[in-house]
């Protein structure tokens, strides 16, 4: 299995600032995926980070926004910029291992 | 584009009842599938997955699942509820195999009554 550290856990930002979040794997991996989980929703993928290259993002998401680093094959980090209250959710990272995919704890951001 | 369906945002069962969590999927190629659970204010633990092979899959606290393609589908049953099985459940589907991203269905929320 992979075992992912996540942090902060949870954080209460002020509107305007930016947070980055953190996520260390056990192991070595190729892909590690950023999830958004909005409140009473369900997880949205927001992109997928290749060491290497630039991540790559699903619709609806953008560098300038949500702006991630994959500076080796077992860390990224995702920060969310010039934060508002509807960035408030919870962020999930997540990686591949075998035929399973294993979750980082998540951190859960409150804008206000 | 690949979906995950789940009917009911929000079921609930008597203690001891049998609980059922329906999911469909759209796929043109069998993807490999999973159940996950998410107690409040908790992250997501792995249900069960379907990748080959038997279709009738078990996982843990007593779910299982089946696999039937010719309905897509990968509903999620327990023969008796217990009040700790109240949680989020959330159905997944991977379509590129071990090598991409979940897709996740919008989740159902089981109460479990006493």
């Known amino acids: 299995s992979a075992v992912i550290s996540q942090k902060p856990s949870r954080d209460i930002c002020q509107r305007g600032t930016s947070l980055t979040i953190q996520c260390q794997v056990d192991?070595?991996?190729?892909?590690m995926f950023w999830y958004r989980q909005q409140p009473g929703q369900s997880l949205t993928l927001i992109a997928t980070?290749?060491?290497?290259?630039?991540?790559?993002?699903e619709s609806g998401f953008v560098i300038d926004k949500f702006p991630i680093s994959r500076p080796n094959l077992t860390f990224s980090t995702l920060t969310v910029s010039n934060m508002s209250p509807e960035d408030s959710s919870i962020y999930l990272c997540?990686?591949?291992?075998?035929?399973?995919?294993?979750f980082g704890q998540g951190t859960r951001l409150t804008v206000v | 584009a690949q979906s995950v369906t789940q009917l009911g945002s929000h079921v609930s069962v008597s203690e001891g009842a049998l609980v059922l969590l329906r999911c469909n999927y759209s796929?043109?190629?069998?993807?490999?599938l999973f159940w996950y659970v998410q107690y409040p204010n908790q992250g997501l633990q792995l249900l069960l997955k379907?990748?080959?092979?038997?279709?009738l899959v078990k996982g843990i606290n007593g779910f299982e699942a089946e696999f039937k393609k010719s309905e897509t589908s990968f509903h999620l049953t327990k023969p008796s509820a217990h009040m700790s099985d109240a949680a989020e459940y959330f159905c997944?589907?991977?379509?590129?195999?071990?090598?991409?991203?979940?897709?996740f269905g919008k989740g159902t929320k089981l109460s479990v009554k006493p």
């Open positions: 997540s990686v591949n291992w075998g035929t399973e995919a294993f």
């Open positions: 192991s070595q991996v190729t892909m």
């Open positions: 980070a290749n060491q290497g290259s630039e991540a790559t993002y």
């Open positions: 796929s043109s190629v069998p993807p490999y």
């Open positions: 379907y990748t080959t092979g038997a279709t």
């Open positions: 997944a589907v991977s379509p590129r195999g071990s090598q991409g991203n979940l897709i």
